[in-house]
C-alpha cells in the first residue's frame, strides 16, 4: 500500500481535484477498486483525505473524487453539521490514520440550508431533530444575510467557510497540525449539474486566486 502519510498536503488536495478533473471529463480511472485493492486495505487503513461532508444521496465522495478503498476517510451529516462525535471521527482520521488533508465539502441546492434560509426569513420551524440541524446551519445563514447576500451560492459558501472556521476553532488537535504544517483544510463546493468541486477556502496551504470560487 502507497503511505499516504508521506504525502504533503498540497499533493494530497493536488490528487484530490485531479479525480474530480477526471469525474467531470467523463475518464474514470476507478483507483483501487478492485480486489487485489481489498486484499491490501484489509491489515490497515491509510487515507490521504478525511472527507467531512452533506449527507446528500448525490454527493458520493469516491465517486465525484475517482478514488477507491482506503483512499478516503469519510465523515457525513446533513448540512455537514457538526457534532462531538463528528469531530472525534475527524481527528482520528488526521491523529491516528495520518491523513494530510481535511475536507470541507457543501454543494448547491443544499436541503439544510434552504430549511435554515426558511426558518429564519419566514419563521418556517421544523421538527423533531431536524431543528437541531437548523440550529447548527443558522449562525451561516444569519452571516450571509449581515453581509448583504442575496445569492444561494453564497449561503453556501459561507456555510462551508463557517464549518472550516468551527472544525479549527473546536479542534486544539486540528489547529496545531495545521500550525505545524502537517495538514491543510480546504472547503470545496460541489456544484451537481457539472460535477465540479470549487476551493471556497483553505487553511494550511497556499492556492492561486483564480482557483478560489
Same mark, same amino acid.
Given at each position: 500500500?502507497? @503511505? ?5 498536503? /498540497?499533493? $494530497?488536495?493536488?490528487?484530490?481535484? %485531479?479525480?474530480?478533473? /477526471?469525474f467531470v ?9 478492485? $480486489?487485489a ?12 483525505? *478525511? ?14 473524487? @475517482? ?8 465523515v457525513?451529516? $446533513?448540512?455537514? +453539521? ?13 491523529s ?11 454543494? @448547491?441546492?443544499?436541503? %439544510?440550508? %434552504? ?13 423533531g ?9 443558522t ?5 450571509? /444575510? ?18 472550516? @472556521? ?15 504544517? /502537517?495538514? $491543510?483544510? +480546504? ?12 476551493? *471556497? ?13
Amino acid at each position: 500500500m502507497a @503511505d499516504n502519510q508521506t504525502l504533503t498536503p /498540497r499533493e $494530497a488536495f493536488e490528487m484530490l481535484l %485531479a479525480g474530480n478533473r /477526471r469525474f467531470v471529463a467523463g475518464s474514470l480511472e476507478h483507483p483501487n477498486q478492485d $480486489a487485489a485493492r481489498r486484499t491490501e486495505v484489509v491489515p490497515a487503513q491509510n487515507p490521504f483525505a *478525511v472527507l467531512f461532508g452533506c449527507s446528500d444521496s448525490r454527493l458520493a465522495a469516491e465517486i465525484i473524487f @475517482d478514488r477507491g478503498l482506503g483512499d478516503l476517510f469519510v465523515v457525513r451529516t $446533513a448540512g455537514h +453539521v457538526q457534532g462531538p462525535e463528528v469531530l472525534g471521527s475527524i481527528e482520528y482520521g488526521v491523529s491516528v490514520l495520518g491523513a494530510p488533508l481535511v475536507v470541507v465539502l457543501g454543494h @448547491d441546492a443544499c436541503g %439544510a440550508v %434552504a430549511a435554515t434560509r426558511a426558518a429564519v426569513e419566514d419563521g418556517m420551524a421544523a421538527g423533531g431533530f431536524v431543528r437541531d440541524v437548523i440550529e447548527r446551519v443558522t449562525p451561516s445563514v444569519l452571516a450571509a /444575510r449581515a453581509a448583504g447576500r442575496t445569492e444561494e451560492a453564497d449561503f453556501i459558501a459561507e456555510h462551508i467557510r463557517h464549518t472550516v @472556521d468551527l472544525l479549527l476553532d473546536r479542534s486544539r488537535s486540528l489547529a496545531q497540525a495545521v500550525e505545524a504544517g /502537517r495538514v $491543510a483544510v +480546504v472547503g470545496l463546493s460541489y456544484r451537481l449539474a457539472d460535477g465540479t468541486a470549487r476551493l *471556497v477556502t483553505a487553511r494550511g496551504i497556499e492556492v492561486p486566486s483564480d482557483v478560489v470560487s
